[in-house]
């Protein structure tokens, strides 16, 4: 079975510095998908960014991009010139044959001032 | 497009009630899944749809819960009789195709706060 691991709880960032999200995954499959979803105090669920896994060159959406792993299946994210707006938990997924996404426990990311 | 609209957004009802969660997927969307966010168990899936067929409801915690798509525009969740433990966030979902599929995207609804008393 599939699993996703962030072992970040909580991460905390300077506005307009750079921090970088940890996810690593489990899987015995070679097509698949990896997604970081945002998710504010709303909670509504906000798609950040996503990789496919056979594409070699990492995703990248403005400032956020990830580096992608596959031989260590890692998958984290970087959030550049961070901004208040950024504060929110950041969910890493996992999409592959079964058709589930498969989401980490979260990251709670807060930019402070 | 309007996106994937659930209703209601909030719910508080008392142990025991029937309570219904609807979701309107996004037209043209072939894939519908319902997940369940709570504290202790993070996002789980409890059911996904595919041309309005359950295909998958192996995370349905229990009888008391009902997943139905009657048509390729609406579905609902049903709990019955409900628990204080099924206090959670749902969240109805869609997507064209599968998750595997190019450029495939999920997207979510805004969720429905459920808090049974």
């Known amino acids: 079975a599939q699993t996703v691991t962030q072992s970040q709880p909580e991460m905390s960032v300077q506005e307009a510095e750079t921090v970088t999200l940890s996810c690593t995954y489990d899987t015995s499959e070679n097509n698949y998908y990896l997604f970081w979803y945002k998710q504010p105090p709303s909670r509504q669920m906000i798609l950040v960014i996503r990789?496919?896994?056979?594409?070699?060159q990492n995703a990248t959406e403005n400032r956020f991009s990830v580096n992608f792993q596959k031989a260590a299946k890692s998958f984290s994210l970087k959030i550049s010139d961070s901004q208040l707006g950024d504060t929110a938990m950041y969910f890493c997924?996992?999409?592959?044959?079964?058709?589930?996404?498969?989401f980490g426990t979260g990251t709670l990311l807060a930019v402070q001032p | 497009d309007a996106g994937v609209i659930q209703s209601p957004r909030h719910e508080v009802t008392e142990m025991g009630q029937e309570v219904t969660l609807r979701c309107k997927p996004i037209s043209g969307h072939d894939y519908l899944f319902w997940y369940r966010q709570t504290m202790m168990r993070g996002l789980e899936l409890l059911i996904y749809f595919n041309n309005n067929v359950p295909i998958d409801d192996s995370g349905m915690p229990e009888d008391r819960f009902s997943a139905k798509m009657p048509n390729a525009s609406f579905s609902t969740l049903k709990i019955q009789p409900s628990e204080p433990r099924d206090s959670a966030v749902y969240f109805c979902?869609?997507?064209?195709?599968?998750?595997?599929?190019?450029?495939?995207?999920?997207?979510f609804g805004e969720g429905s706060w459920l808090t049974v008393v």
């Open positions: 979902a869609s997507s064209p195709r599968r998750v595997t599929a190019s450029g495939n995207t999920i997207y």
């Open positions: 997924a996992f999409g592959g044959a079964t058709n589930k996404l498969i």
């Open positions: 990789q496919e896994a056979y594409k070699q």
